[in-house]
C-alpha cells in the first residue's frame, strides 16, 4: 500500500489559483475578509464603515473565490466567498483552478504550515506592515492531496465546524440560564416562590 504522502503532488499555489481583477458592480453586497469568520457582509461587522469607494473600484469576488487581506494573510486573514459580491481593493481575491478544491483549500490556508508559508513570502518594512501580493502567493510551493481527497478533507472540516457551532450555541444558551438562576437566587425572588407555593 502506498504512503500517503507519495499521493500529494508537488504544485505552486500560482499553479492551483488564478489571480481575479474583474470590477465590482452595483447592487452587490460589499463583503469583508475577517481573522476569524473569513468572508462576512460588511453590514454585519460592528466597526465603523468609511468606504466612500463606488462598488466600481471594487473587486468582483465570485462564489467559490478566496480572498485575502494581504497585510494580513501572515496571519491568516483569508475566506471562502459563499456568495458573489464585492470586496475592497486592498484584497487579493484569487480563484480555484481545476486542481483545487476551494472549501479544503480555506481550510488549508489557516493551517499553521501555510500560515507560516504566507509569512516567509511577504514583503514589508518591518514586521507589522508586511503584504503577500499576489505574484509572491503565485511563488509559494506547496504539496497538495489529489482533488477526491480535498474533497472528502473539506467536507469532514464543514461538519466538524458546524458541529462547533451548535456547541457554542447551546454553551451560550446554558451560561445564560445559569446567570438567570443565580439572579434569581441572589435576589430572593426565586427562594420567595418556593415560600409561597
Known amino acids: 500500500m502506498p504512503k500517503l504522502t507519495e499521493k500529494y503532488r508537488e504544485a505552486k499555489l500560482g499553479d492551483l489559483f488564478r489571480p481575479r481583477r474583474e470590477r465590482g458592480r452595483p447592487g452587490l453586497p460589499v463583503l469583508s475578509v475577517t481573522m476569524n469568520g473569513g468572508i462576512v457582509r460588511r453590514d454585519s461587522l460592528e466597526r465603523k464603515d468609511n468606504g466612500t469607494l463606488p462598488p466600481e473600484e471594487h473587486l468582483l469576488i465570485r462564489k467559490g473565490d478566496i480572498a485575502y487581506n ?5 496571519q491568516g486573514a483569508s475566506g471562502l466567498a459563499q456568495t458573489e459580491g464585492i470586496v475592497s481593493p486592498a484584497y487579493v481575491v484569487v480563484a480555484p483552478t481545476d486542481g483545487i478544491d476551494p472549501l479544503f483549500a480555506s481550510y488549508w490556508f489557516k493551517s499553521a504550515r501555510m500560515v507560516h508559508l504566507f509569512w516567509a513570502y511577504s514583503y514589508g518594512i518591518t514586521g507589522d506592515r508586511l503584504r503577500l501580493y499576489y505574484k509572491d502567493f503565485a511563488k509559494i510551493p506547496v504539496r497538495v492531496p489529489p482533488k477526491q481527497e480535498q474533497e472528502r478533507m473539506g467536507r469532514i472540516l464543514g461538519i466538524a465546524d458546524r458541529e462547533i457551532a451548535l456547541l457554542e450555541k447551546k454553551l451560550s444558551a446554558m451560561h445564560n440560564l445559569k446567570s ?15 415560600k409561597q407555593e
Request: hydrophobic fraction near 50%; glycine fraction near 10%; avoid cysteine.
Open 180 to 194: 438567570g438562576l443565580l439572579q434569581e437566587l441572589l435576589t430572593g425572588s426565586k427562594a420567595a416562590q418556593e
Open 70 to 74: 494581504m497585510m494580513r494573510m501572515w
